[in-house]
C-alpha cells in the first residue's frame, strides 16, 4: 500500500460488505473521497486516500461501517498480568460521551464515575487533560517563538517554523495534510498532539517519578474520541521514552502509547468485567498530579477549544497579566470557519501585538480554502486550529453512535427545541 | 324519453371555498415539512450537548490556565525544564512526511 511507512495500521475503517445498502451517506461525511462504489451497490474505503477519521462511521444509517482494530481482549490480559503498570490516558470528549453506553443523557460529564470504573479494573491514570495543558506550553511558546522572531524581529535560538501556525492534535488533520498538502507542513505546529505527549511522560516522568516502575513494565492505553488516534500512535517514530532511556542506561524498543481504545471501545472492556458503571465509586485520584488538569486543558474537546486554551496562556505569557474574561466567545460555537483577533500589550517591549486567529472544523466543507489561502500567501492569519471532525472531537469517528439517529422518539430531550 | 336520463351533479366549489381548503392543505404540508427538518437537524443536537458537558468541566474546574496547572508545574521543574528546552524537545516535538513521496 502507498502512502504508509513501516508498522503503520493501514486498514481501519471497513464497509461490511453484507451491511451496505449503497445509500452513499458515507460519501456524504467523507473528507478525503475515499469511499467508491455507485449509488445501490456495494461501496468500499480506498485506505491509501483515508485518514481514518471515522466520519462516515457514525454517521452510517445502517451499521454497516466498522473500526477493524480491537484490542480490547489484548488490554483485559495487560491489567490481569500484575507485573504490569497499565496507564489509561483519558481524552477531553471521553468523559460527556462515555456514559451514553450506558444509558445516560448526551453531554453528560461522568469524570469521577470513569476515574472510579478504571481504578476497579486496575488502571493508573495520566489525564489526556493533563497532556493538553502541557501541550498548550509546548504549542504556544512555539507560536509565541515565531511572533518574537517574524514580527518583532528579535532573534531566536529555537529551529522555528513558518507562519501562520496550524495546531497538530488532530491526526485526520495531520494525515490529510501530509496526504494532499505536503506543502503546508512547515507551518504545522512541531508539537505533537496531547496523546503523543501523554505516551512518553508517562514512560520518562511517570515511570520514574510517579509510580516508580520501569518503563518495560508499562503498558499505555490511550482511550481516545478517535479512530485516527489508532493509526497515529502507530507511526514508527513515537518510540521517544525508549529512546530518551537508550541514553540512560536501559535498553529496549517499545512505542510511547502501547495501543488505543475509542469511548466505544472503552465501555464495551468495562460491560465485559461487569462493572456496573451507573453505579461506579466514583474517585477523583487527587493525589495524583498527572490526573490535575485545568479548565483550559478539558475544551481541548470542543471546535475552538483548543484556541481559547492557547489564548488564556498566551495572553499571560504576552502581557504579564491575567485574561479577566476567560470565555472567549468568537471561537465558540459550530460555525464553520471561525475568525477573531486579540490586541495584547507586550511587556517586554510595551509594543501592541495583534494576533489573528482562525478556527476550522467539519474538514469536509470549511478546511480547503484556509488551507489554499496559506500556499498562496494570502492568510491573514497567526495562528489556526484544525479539527477533522464537525464539532471537535466530541463528535469524534470513536463515540458512541449517534445516540439520537436511531431512536427520536425515547428521547424528548433532544426534539423538543426549548429544552 | 327521460328514462336513463341522467344529469351528473356538479361538484361546484366557489372561490372562497377553493381559497379555503388550498390554505388548510397548504398548513398541513408545511407544518409536517417543518417538523421533519426539525427532527433531522436535531439528529445533531448531541454534538451541542456533548460541547455543553465540556464547557460545563472548565466552568467548575479549579484552575482554568494551562499554565496555572500545578501538576503540570511541577513535572517542568522536576523533569522537562521549560517548554522547548532541549529534554521536551526531544519528547514532546516530532516532524511530518511528504506522504506523496512514500513507496
Known amino acids: ?419 | 324519453m327521460a328514462r336513463y336520463d341522467y344529469v351528473e351533479k356538479a361538484v361546484t366549489v366557489s372561490r372562497r371555498e377553493f381559497l379555503g381548503i388550498m390554505g388548510v392543505a397548504g398548513a398541513v404540508l408545511w407544518t409536517g415539512a417543518y417538523a421533519a427538518t426539525d427532527l433531522v437537524q436535531d439528529r445533531s443536537k448531541y454534538i451541542k450537548m456533548r460541547a455543553q458537558g465540556i464547557y460545563k468541566d472548565d466552568v467548575k474546574a479549579k484552575v482554568r490556565q494551562s499554565h496555572n496547572n500545578p501538576g503540570l508545574q511541577q513535572m517542568y521543574s522536576k523533569f522537562a525544564g521549560k517548554p522547548l528546552s532541549h529534554l521536551s524537545e526531544e519528547l514532546f516535538h516530532t516532524r511530518y512526511i511528504d506522504r506523496t513521496k512514500l513507496g
Open chain 1, 1 to 419: 500500500m502507498k502512502g504508509f511507512q513501516a508498522q503503520e495500521l493501514n486498514n481501519i475503517i471497513e464497509i461490511d460488505r453484507k451491511k451496505c445498502k449503497g445509500c452513499d451517506s458515507c460519501k456524504a461525511f467523507c473528507p478525503t473521497d475515499a469511499i467508491s462504489g455507485k449509488y445501490g451497490a456495494v461501496h468500499r474505503v480506498d485506505s491509501e486516500k483515508c485518514i481514518f477519521c471515522g466520519q462516515c462511521l457514525v454517521n452510517c444509517p445502517f451499521g454497516a461501517i466498522k473500526d477493524t482494530v480491537d484490542t480490547v481482549d489484548t488490554v483485559i490480559e495487560k491489567l490481569k498480568n500484575k507485573q504490569m503498570t497499565v496507564v489509561a490516558t483519558i481524552a477531553p470528549a471521553v468523559r460527556v460521551a462515555i456514559g451514553e453506553e450506558f444509558g445516560m443523557e448526551p453531554g453528560t460529564l461522568v469524570t469521577e464515575k470513569l476515574y472510579g470504573a478504571l481504578k476497579k479494573v486496575g488502571f493508573k491514570i495520566l489525564d489526556t487533560n493533563f497532556a493538553a495543558d502541557h501541550t498548550i506550553m509546548e504549542e504556544g511558546s512555539e507560536l509565541i517563538a515565531k511572533i518574537r522572531h517574524y514580527i518583532l524581529g528579535e532573534p531566536t535560538e529555537h529551529h522555528l517554523g513558518a507562519l501562520p501556525q496550524f495546531t497538530s492534535c488532530c491526526p485526520g488533520w495531520v494525515r490529510y495534510a501530509e496526504l494532499y498538502y505536503p506543502g503546508i507542513l512547515p507551518n504545522l505546529s512541531s508539537a505533537k498532539s496531547p496523546m503523543m505527549m501523554a505516551g512518553p511522560l508517562a514512560k520518562t516522568y511517570g515511570a520514574k517519578e510517579i509510580w516508580h516502575v520501569n518503563p518495560e513494565d508499562m503498558y499505555v492505553v490511550a482511550v481516545m474520541p478517535c479512530t485516527g488516534k489508532k493509526f497515529e500512535a502507530s507511526r514508527p517514530e513515537f518510540a521517544s521514552a525508549s529512546e530518551y532511556w537508550k541514553h540512560h542506561g536501559r535498553t529496549g524498543h517499545y512505542p510511547d502509547v502501547d495501543t488505543v481504545l475509542t469511548t466505544r471501545d472503552l465501555a464495551r472492556l468495562f460491560k465485559k468485567l461487569n462493572i456496573d458503571f451507573n453505579n461506579v465509586e466514583p474517585f477523583t485520584d487527587a493525589d495524583n498530579p498527572l490526573a490535575q488538569y485545568s479548565g483550559a486543558g478539558t475544551i481541548f474537546g470542543n471546535t475552538g477549544g483548543v484556541m481559547e486554551a492557547a489564548l488564556r496562556t498566551a495572553y499571560y505569557v504576552i502581557t504579564g497579566k491575567e485574561l479577566e474574561v476567560l470565555e472567549y466567545t468568537p471561537v465558540r460555537g459550530l460555525k464553520g470557519l471561525k475568525e477573531a483577533s486579540v490586541t495584547m500589550k507586550d511587556a517586554k517591549t510595551g509594543k501592541d501585538i495583534t494576533l489573528k486567529v482562525a478556527v476550522v472544523h467539519g474538514a469536509k466543507e470549511n478546511l480547503k480554502p484556509v488551507v489554499e489561502a496559506v500556499l498562496a500567501g494570502t492568510s491573514p492569519y497567526h495562528f489556526i486550529e484544525v479539527m477533522n471532525c464537525p464539532g471537535g472531537c466530541v463528535n469524534g469517528g470513536g463515540q458512541p453512535i449517534n445516540p439520537m439517529g436511531t431512536s427520536w422518539l425515547g428521547n424528548w430531550k433532544a426534539i423538543l427545541p426549548w429544552s
